[in-house]
């Protein structure tokens, strides 16, 4: 049988050139991830809220960020870099999710690699749990999902290559009190995961989910006061006693962990991964 030479193996693993979408990306694990893609040589298109001078910083910040696969990169890469945009599209408005990846084709002409990544929290006990929030956070953790893999699946499966990202959480695969709409949320991304990598499983494109323990981001940093309240403890308690506790290796995970790990999902050698929760969550799950 016929051995991949050395010049087609370096061409499977190059990711320079493809283009990314990443929602949630102005702070967190969204820009962690984005900035990991951009290293890869991927045009990015980031999305979210924020003060829109701190955006375009960011924005350029990550345009410089040298594609460290330079030597496989095309003329035009290695040329000019790669290239970010921004749109500050609403998660949580569905028209709004499908004109990001419309948006994301007029400008950079496809999408080949969808982070479904903006997320919400809330943090209180279910029977004071205010509706609205619930509406709130199925709609930008799980619903704007749907309606981003809708519009971005049928150009993938003509190119016939795609990478489907979604940042689910431990809290897709476990619970914790105080959370019932986030762990709704998560749980129902999953199922949503499994069923997109089996209609596109024979198109070249994979759907997985990572599902990240406690990271310290503002995400994190706002619900310690709320879950300090909702179980009357002190804030250093709750990093201490309720967040880390969760993971034996005693330690936040970070968002260039989770950066990799989309790296990797959107490598060769994942090619064949498709319909997973992967936690990068510490030991958590594994209790
Ligand atoms: P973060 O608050 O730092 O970032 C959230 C991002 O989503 C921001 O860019 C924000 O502007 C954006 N966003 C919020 N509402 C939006 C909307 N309506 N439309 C568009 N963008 C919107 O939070 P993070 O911790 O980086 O969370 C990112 C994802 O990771 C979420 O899905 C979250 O559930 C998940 N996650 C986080 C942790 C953690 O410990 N931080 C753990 C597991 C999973």
Redesign the pocket.
Known sequence: MQQPSNDALTRMTSLAGKVAIV??????????IARALAAQGMDIML????DLEDIERTRRDVEVICPNVQATCSEAVRAHGIRAAYSR?????PA?VTSLVAETIDKFGRVDVLVN?????HVEAIESFPPEKWDQIIS??LT?AFHAIRAAVPGMKQRRWGRIIN?????ALVASPYKSA?VAA?HGILGLTKTVALETAEHGITCNAI??????????E?QIPETARARGLTEEQVIRDVLLHAQPTRR??T?EE?GMTASFLCSAGAASITGIALPVDGGWTAQ
Do not use: R, W
């Open positions: 929602t949630g990306s102005t702070s967190g694990i969204g820009l962690g999305n979210g809220f924020g599209a609403d998660m949580s408005k709004e990544n903006a997320g919400v929290q930008i953790n704007s940042v689910a959480s431990a809290h986030y998560k599902c990240p323990g406690y990271v310290l981001t503002p995400l994190v706002k936040f995970v968002v989770i």
